[in-house]
């Protein structure tokens, strides 16, 4: 993200800080780092894989060139893969990268995207298909699935592998897919709109339900959900439930209220490790508002009956469901919470964080340290003059319990290790990596890994 936005997050923090909050340590929104909108969970592997939109900074549209990965195993740190997908994946398309979802079936990753059709002008919905969650996504199809101007799609597969597809804005559009997820049987067929379905809009003739756009259906105990931004503008999130996947529909509330300086919502839910969570989208970041949005997570429990609870957007999020492992190496672009802070893609394919200044920080939260740590590594590059990663724990101004100097190493992806002692590193804390030394950037960081025991200095070029 650009530095205005990280230095307006940053005054953003200080000045809530002064008044008593700590925000700093929320951890909504889940990315700092960009503008991030319209999520799509997936759960895979004991991980949740969140794929976003990317709203571009400044924009006063929905200005929108590719798609971005998340993803983590605690709901609290979340990795940033980069963009495994964007509108020049599909040679046919012009613009927006608008909402779609993952789903994984027979091996393979399709993500389904809704984007304008060069040839028509239209909106179209197309497929891309990777063989791991996290791309890169090729174009599996090299033309439109389904095209009749219309966006947001979601796919949802039944318990008898019957596969369905459903989109639409203004209507509710569904096909259903065949078993290769990139082709369908029959016709794009309608679903009744009707206010017992969907709820009933006032004021405007055309639109009798509050249905808009965004659905994202699925199964629980034999109860389909159909969870859609509802009543343009500003959306809130209602659902409806149905005895199957094509109907009929009963409106059954609201989910979250019209809230978060974003005019537009878009949800997707998903049950990982025994718990219910909730993403959504909001304009909370500095800057932020209906054309620059921010992801956001919130854990929930279905009442008794199967219904879900009315849910507020918060600043502190989901709690973290597992411990973070420091002796494990650990990707620099895994934060809980960022100041000052951008992602890159790295010369080795995957992504390092960068364009660090004096002061800015990453924390990561729930960092099991156990008995002690005594050393830390970094595998950093610096066509600077280097500085240090200060690492503390707390708060980026807590228990200093170590410093690395980080050399110049002659380039940004000329990377080398350096280690330092460690002190104070026991049990779990929230880890501060703290970046200081002179103007300017200073260094990139790829990737961290603590150590116990004897402190043996490392270093080494790539």
């Not at 304008?116 to 174009?139: H, K, L, Q």
């Not at 959900?225 to 409806?240: D, G, R």
């Not at 879900?308 to 494990?328: H, K, R």
Request: proline share 5%; glycine share 12%; charged share 15%.
């Amino acid at each position: 993200m650009r530095r205005t936005l990280a230095i307006l997050l940053s005054l953003a923090v200080t000045m809530l800080a002064a008044v008593g909050t700590a925000p700093a340590r929320a951890d909504n929104p889940i990315v700092q780092t960009i503008h991030t909108a319209d999520p799509a969970p997936l759960v895979h592997n004991g991980r949740v894989y969140l794929y976003t939109g990317h709203d571009e900074d400044g924009s006063t549209w929905f200005t929108m060139k590719e798609w971005r990965l998340y993803s983590s195993a605690d709901m609290v740190n979340w990795t940033d893969h980069g963009s495994p997908m964007s509108v020049a994946t599909f040679s046919w398309a012009s613009k927006d990268a608008w909402a779609g979802q993952v789903v994984h079936r027979n091996g393979k990753f399709f993500w389904y995207v809704p984007v304008v059709n060069r040839a028509t002008g239209r909106m179209a919905i197309g497929v891309g298909v990777a063989n791991s969650p996290a791309g890169p996504f090729s174009d599996a199809l090299g033309r439109p699935l389904v095209e009749n101007g219309e966006i947001d799609p979601s796919v949802f597969i039944d318990d008898d592998g019957q596969a369905y597809l459903y989109w639409g804005n203004p209507n509710l559009w569904y096909v259903r897919l065949n078993s290769d997820m990139i082709s369908y049987s029959g016709s794009a067929t309608k679903i009744a709109l009707t206010t017992a379905g969907f709820g009933a809009r006032t004021g405007d003739a055309n639109r009798p339900t509050l249905y808009e756009e965004g659905p994202w259906v699925y199964k629980r105990n034999g109860l389909y959900y159909n969870v859609f931004a509802a009543k343009c503008c500003s959306e809130f999130i209602a659902y409806s439930t149905a005895p199957g996947p094509l109907g009929p529909w009963t409106y059954r509330g609201t989910v979250m209220p019209a809230q978060g300086s974003s005019f537009t919502n878009h949800a997707g839910i998903v049950d990982f490790n025994g718990g219910s969570y909730f993403f959504y989208h909001n304009g909370a970041l500095p800057g932020g508002g209906g054309f620059t949005r921010s992801v956001a997570v919130e854990k929930f429990s279905y009442n008794a009956d199967g219904s879900i609870p009315q849910i507020t957007m918060t600043t502190g999020g989901a709690p973290q469901n597992a411990t973070l492992n420091p002796y494990t190496r650990q990707e620099a672009e895994t934060i809980a919470w960022s100041s000052g802070v951008e992602t890159e893609r790295a010369s080795d394919g995957g992504m390092n964080v960068g364009f660090l200044e004096n002061g800015d920080y990453i924390k990561v939260k729930g960092v099991a340290f156990g008995s002690g740590a005594t050393s830390f590594s970094a595998r950093i590059a610096s066509a600077a003059a280097g500085g240090r990663i200060e690492l503390r724990l707390g708060s980026p101004t807590g228990t200093l319990a170590g410093t690395c100097t980080v050399p110049g190493t002659g380039g940004w992806q000329t990377w080398t290790t350096v280690s330092c002692p460690i002190s104070a590193a026991t049990g779990n804390q929230d880890l501060y990596l703290r970046f200081t030394g002179g103007s300017g950037y200073l260094f990139n960081v790829d990737w961290w890994q603590f150590a116990a025991g004897s402190f043996v200095t490392e270093t080494g070029n790539r």
